[in-house]
């Protein structure tokens, strides 16, 4: 199976190894998969007797094809191991009648990123042997909270690599930067900065760019590498856990073989819904996929009218994770309904003008697989609260968003096929808006909130947060947004 690029500028055509070490297409576009692997009712119905390193690593052979089915299997069997994901990973759990949650915030980290995140770095490690790199990759991440923990976790002890996380050192929750500078491993380095996200993205992107950096790490067998959610090496995990939600309903008998379900989805970046399109593609009998969005709803509005208008107000939510105006996985549909030909122009457009319109044709296209929904704070707040009174299921943020959407859609539509949620986060992740949600009182120190949350409803602490204060802290260092280049160079030394 080989690889190209959504805007068919550039030419290349790669296979899976080449394309999960290089990350972006030379064009600007992302990587796609020039066909669809099926997956047949009788595939389905041998999966169900499997594990779910098994079902992942089957799934996967489908796509990259530089990896041998034994490979991907040791892969997985790590990654999503008893020991990262307590109690299995992706369970799929009844919210309320014909509303199941899945839910993918059982890993190390627990938020979703880590589905992929445990794997992708052992794809990497794996296409840079089969490509012949001889130096060590040296993953580069700037982050806002959630996405450098998933990356630490994920990168962490993995041959052939080591990553070094920077936040703004004054732009992260207590929780978040204890969970940084507790961090384990032997490859790993965390660094705060004085600024804010901004200058630590805008710090790193400076460090790939420079050619002296690049030449420095050379001479000590180094090379940048990015952990960006557009690799296919990230993207690819996610189909997984679709077909495998699909297996634990036919194993419970919540639906029969070929039964339709439908798919929500809180979105930001548009990665995870767009797995959920390709397990879709592939044959996996889903109907309608539900687009949710928190305030930031530029999805909801493309979805509806057509128009993509980044041109807009940035609202900061309490569903962070989806706070996105740019939702870059979009242009991989793009490329599948429209052709790449018209996903360069749009992409251009919306470079250019912060816009682009989509052709009527596309627009249906997309509408017999996609509609869009958005819940505001308020609409957020009521659900975690709602679910939790009425169904006794406790939901995070994020997840919140998606019930919301969910709802709404079955009620505009009378559409009660099996609706299958996506749950993309812990709620002891965003326990201080979760415990406001429920009506108490906010404390004033977040590490606060999980224990506040805990006693409230019950429910423990899920594992990776226990214990959170008492860990030792083994990263301390700040430094200036200029200073950056000199800390990664002391790091490769
Ligand atoms: C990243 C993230 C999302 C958004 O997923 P996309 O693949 O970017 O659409 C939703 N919820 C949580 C908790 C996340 O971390």
Redesign the pocket.
Known sequence: MNYTSTRGKSGEVLSSAHIIKQGLALDGGLFIPESIPSLTNDEISALCALSYPERAATVLAKFLTDYTYEELLLDCQKAYSEQSFVGGAAPLVRAKDGIYSLELWHGPTA???DMALQIMPRLLSRALQKTGEKRTALILVATSG?TGKAALEGYRDVDGIKIMVFYPVDGVSRVQKMQMATQLGDNVNVTAIYGNFDDAQTGVKVIFSNDDAKAYLDEKGYFFSSAN?INWGRLAPQIVYYVSAYCDMLTSGEIAMGDKINVCV????????FAAYLAKLMGLPIGKLICASNQNNVLTDFLRTGRYDRNRDFHCTMSP??DILISS?LERLLAFTAGKEKTAEYMDSLKNNGYYEIDAQVKAKIDESFCGYFADEQATAQTINKYYKENGYLADT?TAVALSAAEQYIAQTGDHTPMVVAS??SPYKFAADVCVCLGLKRPEDDLDALDMLSKHTATEITYPLRGIAERKVRFTETVNADDMLDAVKRYVD
């Open positions: 938020a979703f990123k959630d959610s809180p979105t930001g970046n548009f990665g995870n819904i994770s989806m996985n994020h993309t986060a």
